[in-house]
């Protein structure tokens, strides 16, 4: 055993000695890294060792193999060398965003070009007489689904409403009195306008509504999150360091070139301090990465079931049926109100051409059932599991680098800062800003406002996230007009719970104000404002009241455009 020590103890001081050059009897190995690595031009590099009294950062009581204008080149390649560190180091979780986030895109594309192809064939098949006109109102409708479900702010509502009304000339004209033609623009427009107040479709429409609304919403911003997340790891791939951080990743990895030690590595402990130093403002990101996904799988799990937008999108022509066989169901009751409201026009009566009967079954209407393996739920599902390994990224990644790319491994000769030794010896610090204040290695002065900035549309898509989530899984209240959610969060990463949030979709309204008691928060997502009301205890760490019933429903009303809770 003693035998074997000291057999250790002979092999760790040669390698020691051999790291350290102490006889330096020529630059040799640091003019080879420097030429090879191709970091600056060969013209000047010293051939023999010299005195550094010009260097800045690699100062060394001993001769060096550096000069001034090498140092220089140093710190300009110390810094691409540490950002294609971050860029490897990121490379597979950006691939697994931009790759699923541009799969997610194209899915939507194809299932909006699917839907609208199945109501085509709807019309086409079964109310064939009104298939050629009903073709703009479909394209326009889908068009508009696609443009909301890309980014653009058009009330979900509204474009429900618009193909409703759009639709109702032409099935009072060829399925509530069929035959007769030569309506006038202006009577047709009538009839348009109409549809609103005289409801001859049913309560089709506001089915279409809460389902497109809710779907169409948490679709978007899962698309919107993602393309965040890819933007947050550009960010963090191309950070900006400071000056301070440049001369200590310079001390780190090309100093001992300047002493002939081209083959030393960095201590663990060194390393940490340096990379935690430089990426003190990127560790940041840590909570509020780890409560974005968090966000990103609580959306995920709400978009399924009745408000999945492949459900939703794939089975909108049978409800557009639905729509038409009521409107024809109630056929003589809606021409009566369409008198009472337009008139009776004066047409000429003919049959109309390539009539077909309007209650027959949907004959030849293939449509192709989708794999059950290729569902967007089940794709959402595994992308997720994937995303989920990540969640700790941010928080994790200083020692990743020094783990897996920067640093010696443990038991082995090591650089310091200063010279080769058999450990680092000074304190290592932790992970962000506030830790830094101790670190021997790397002053950090305050924090880095691009970090801030994308802290902050952090910050704002997982609200955004979580009042979608609050939103698709809204109750009704019959008759009130209005929706409640009641929620208890009790979850890690929050920072109080609340008893109780109320959400209220409504239309947007110019001056739209809370009541006093309301908390006064709200975000608004095109056409459509979420409002919150929270009652938060004292203390936020306080469980809630043992005397507070819950689930705890509030009514809301909508009263000229103010917002009441009762």
């Given amino acids: 055993m003693g035998r074997q020590s000291l057999h250790s103890g002979i092999l ?71 950002q294609q560190v971050l860029q490897t180091s990121s490379s597979t979780l950006k691939f697994l965003i931009s790759h699923n986030a541009a799969a997610f895109q194209e899915t939507f594309e194809m299932l909006i070009r699917q839907a609208e192809n199945y109501t085509s064939m709807l019309f086409c098949n079964t109310y064939r007489n ?6 703009t109102a479909l394209q326009e409708f889908f068009t508009d689904v696609g443009l909301f479900v890309f980014g653009i702010d058009i009330s979900t509502e509204e474009l429900v409403n618009r193909f409703f009304d759009t639709l109702f000339p032409l099935v009072y004209n060829h399925l509530i009195n069929p035959g007769l033609t030569d309506i006038s623009l202006e009577y047709s427009e009538c009839i348009r306008m109409s549809q609103r107040d005289i409801s001859p479709f049913g309560n089709v429409p506001k089915i279409v509504m809460g389902q497109m609304g809710r779907s169409l919403l948490s679709s978007r911003t899962f698309l919107q999150a993602l393309n965040l997340g890819i933007e947050v790891i550009n960010t963090t791939d191309h950070l900006q360091f400071s000056k301070d951080c440049s001369r200590a990743l310079l001390r780190m990895q090309y100093c001992p070139h300047c002493q002939g030690m081209t083959l030393s590595k960095p201590c663990m402990g060194y390393c940490l301090n340096v990379i935690r130093g430089c990426l003190a403002n990127m560790a940041e990101i840590d909570l509020h990465w780890r409560r974005y996904i968090q966000s990103l799988e609580e959306l995920s799990s709400a978009m399924h079931g009745t408000y999945d937008i492949e459900h939703v999108l794939l089975n909108f022509h049978s409800l557009v049926n639905d729509a038409l066989t009521q409107a024809s169901i109630n056929g003589p009751k809606v021409t009566e109100q369409v008198n009472k409201i337009c008139g009776h026009p004066v047409r000429k009566t003919t049959l109309s051409p390539g009539y077909s009967d309007q209650n027959k079954d949907n004959q030849g209407m293939k449509m192709s059932a989708r794999d059950n393996e290729e569902t ?110 009641y929620f208890t969060d009790n979850r890690e990463g929050w920072k109080c719970w609340e008893i109780c949030i109320i959400l209220a979709t409504v239309h947007l309204y110019p001056n739209i104000t809370l009541s006093s008691g309301a908390k006064k928060s709200y975000h608004v997502i095109g056409e459509t404002a979420l409002y919150r009301t929270c009652f938060d205890p004292p203390e936020c760490t306080a469980p809630p009241p043992r005397s507070t019933a819950l689930p705890c429903y509030i009514r809301i009303h909508v009263i000229s455009g103010h917002v009441i809770s009762g």
């Fill in 376 to 485: 967007l739920a089940n794709r959402r599902k595994e992308f997720m599991k994937s995303l989920r390994l990540y969640k700790t990224f941010y928080g994790g990644l200083a020692d990743q680098l020094c783990i897996n790319e920067l640093a010696a491994a443990d038991g082995l000769a090591c650089w310091n800062g200063e010279d080769v030794v058999r450990s680092y010896t000074h304190r290592v610090v932790g992970n962000g800003v506030k830790a830094q204040s101790v670190n021997p290695e790397v002053k950090v002065k305050g924090t880095d406002p691009v970090i801030n900035q994308i802290i902050d549309k952090l910050k704002h898509i997982i609200q955004v996230s979580f009042l979608c989530v609050l939103y698709v899984k809204a109750i009704t209240i019959p008759g009130s007009g209005c929706e409640v959610f």
């Fill in 12 to 82: 760790l001081l040669a390698a020691l000695v051999s790291l350290k050059g102490e006889k330096l009897p020529n630059c040799e190995d640091a003019r080879k890294v420097f030429q090879l690595r191709q970091i600056g031009p060969a013209k000047g590099l010293p051939e023999t060792p010299r005195a550094g009294a010009d260097l800045q950062v690699c100062t060394s009581k001993n001769l060096t193999c550096c000069t001034k204008k090498m140092e220089e080149r140093y710190q300009i390649v110390v810094k691409q060398d540490i």
């Fill in 130 to 135: 009104m298939a050629v006109e009903a073709a």
